[in-house]
């Protein structure tokens, strides 16, 4: 009999100690892993469909999600009683599909969350069709290297992957047993037959519980099914075996904000990327009657409950590591020529259209990129693409060092002697250092914007930079000839109407239901659906420009 420590939250020393008395005889085999618990309740956290997600972005009105700000939660959960994480998949990647030029960053990605998952103190990991994005040898490689389990009940060949059948927690009279499925439909085909169908592998593991004294009519057993299969397959499940008494569930990017009843089985899902965590409250003073869900929002303000806490500092190092591995495959991804024209950036609208620049300058669209240097995300392409203009565009720019153009020429003292390469470097080494401590955008006064807005036009004319695409300008939201003011139009105008609709597709592009939720109507499931026009028009008073016939 081996002897399992229980760690969660590795780097609190008194958590440590409290864990280990709490699971002291927890014991393990080759098949099953066995933990006993004395304590009046057990709290079994979920968290599914990550997506590749480390930390809250910086655009969202009401950040949530993040390790940093998980680990704050599970702190608090775990000051009042014991605490078993688990995972039910979709975890280390954003796709299935790792495009091949970023292999190297996706993949730092992927074993980032796979360590931090750790150092949370994941227990049992159920893995989803995202996480076999890299293979078989991928996940074994994590399996293998980390201390949590992968509990999987449905293999058809059991080496296929280093995992546990099942689980049973004890405390008392009480039997918590643990079964993890993944529906093969969800996978990819080379690996769909690697598992058996849901049901088949169910019934056999079923078997196995009841050899080892699971009793579906005992009020001190519970059948608990962590499934990677989606809502409708896990209602169908909850019908072919009532004695299920709970499924936590994943995939389909369900929100049961509340729990979700198919007979006597309790089925749940929670908001993807940690925007929320599921709470199980399994009862020890009672019968399963007294079993609670509690669904938590993983606030941004989480991350402070620990101070320090290692997991922000985990996740800093990794984002100073991913924006120079960025920054080499960005130099490989594109070969762009930039013979072409550029399209014009704010400064030669302002020129003509002076009402406009004098409200433009005082909105955070005019230092949206500052929002990525806060981050700490200056080269994550997805995030510049609603942070700058002219993103993968040929007559804009396709990598982040490449969101200004340069000449030498233009520049001042001694940066004129620079390279192009050489002068745009040192751009940006001067732009991230100047405006690190700006703070967040949104929340900046008008002239403090204006004031940052000013100090930017003389670092680009400090360095001769001929056209800067950072920072939402004039043609994120309007369309211009390339030979404005100069060509004459023969198009038919637009009507008000018309126009009104146009502005408002280009504002959701960016703000859509995941950056912006407070735009939209909720749904039944308490997810963003329609657009809240009255919510919308407000929004947008704030940063129009005052109206002209020539926009």
């Not at 806060?374 to 982040?400: K, W």
Request: charged content about 20%; overall charge negative; aromatic content about 8%.
């Amino acid at each position: 009999m081996q002897k399992l420590v229980l760690i969660f939250l590795a780097f609190t020393l008194q958590s440590c100690s409290l864990i280990e008395e709490m699971f002291e005889d927890a014991f393990q085999d080759k098949t099953y892993l066995v933990q006993k618990i004395d304590q009046e309740d057990l709290a079994l956290v979920l968290s599914h469909n990550i997506n590749g997600e480390t930390h809250p972005c910086g655009c969202h009105q009401f950040p949530r999600g993040g390790m940093a700000q998980l680990a704050g939660l599970l702190h608090q959960i775990k000051e009042k009683r014991p605490v078993v994480y688990v995972d039910t998949g979709d975890a280390f990647f954003p796709s299935s599909v790792v495009p091949e030029k970023m292999i190297d960053s996706l993949t730092l990605t992927a074993r980032t969350i796979a360590k931090g998952m750790e150092k949370l103190g994941l227990q049992y990991f159920v893995p989803g069709d995202q996480d076999f994005a890299l293979g078989l040898e991928f996940l074994n490689e994590i399996a293998n290297t980390h201390s949590y389990h992968f509990l999987i009940s449905n293999l058809t060949t059991p080496e296929t992957i280093k995992h546990k059948e099942w689980a049973k927690l004890i405390g008392g009279p009480h039997r918590f047993y643990l079964v993890g499925l993944v529906d093969p439909k969800t996978l990819p085909l080379q690996f769909s037959s690697l598992f058996l169908d849901v049901n088949t592998g169910l019934e056999r593991t079923l078997k196995l519980l009841e050899s080892d004294g699971y009793d579906p009519q005992n009020p001190f057993h519970r059948l608990i099914v962590l499934s990677h299969s989606g809502l409708d397959p896990d209602r169908a499940l909850a019908r072919a075996y009532p004695q299920i008494n709970w499924i936590l569930g994943s995939h389909s990017h369900s929100f049961t904000q509340v729990p979700q009843k198919e007979g006597d089985t309790t089925i749940v899902q929670v908001l993807s990327r940690n925007h929320y965590a599921g709470e199980l409250r399994l009862s020890l003073k009672q019968d399963r009657t007294g079993d609670q869900f509690f669904m938590h929002e993983v606030k941004e303000s989480l991350d402070t409950v620990l101070k320090p806490n290692p997991i922000s500092e985990f996740i800093n190092a990794y984002k100073t590591q991913l924006t120079e591995m960025q920054k080499e495959e960005q130099k490989l991804l594109f070969d762009h020529d930039y013979s072409n024209t550029p399209m014009n950036t704010a400064n030669s609208c302002l020129e003509c259209h002076s009402e406009q620049a004098e409200k433009w300058v005082t909105t955070p669209h005019s230092l949206a990129y500052l929002t990525l240097i806060r981050a700490n995300q200056p080269y994550d392409l997805s995030c510049i693409q609603c942070h700058s203009v002219g993103a993968q565009n040929e007559r804009g720019f396709m990598t982040a060092e490449e969101m200004v153009r340069v000449d030498p020429t233009s520049a001042e003292g001694d940066l004129s002697k620079l390279e192009t390469v050489d002068l745009r470097t040192n751009y940006w080494t001067a732009m991230r250092e100047a405006f690190k401590d700006v703070g967040v955008v949104k929340e900046l006064k008008p002239n403090r914007i204006k004031q940052l807005k000013n100090q930017w036009g003389e670092l680009d004319k400090r360095f001769g930079v001929t056209h800067n695409f950072a920072n939402v300008q004039c043609l994120n939201c309007h369309s211009q000839h390339p030979e404005h003011p100069f060509n004459i139009s023969k198009t038919t105008p637009l009507t008000e109407a018309e126009r009104q609709l146009s502005m408002q597709n280009r504002c959701m592009d960016c703000h859509n239901q995941s950056q912006s939720p407070a735009w939209y109507v909720k749904n039944e499931q308490g997810l963003p659906g329609v657009l809240d026009t009255a919510v919308f028009e407000q929004a947008l008073k704030k940063v129009a420009c005052p109206k002209s016939e020539t926009l």
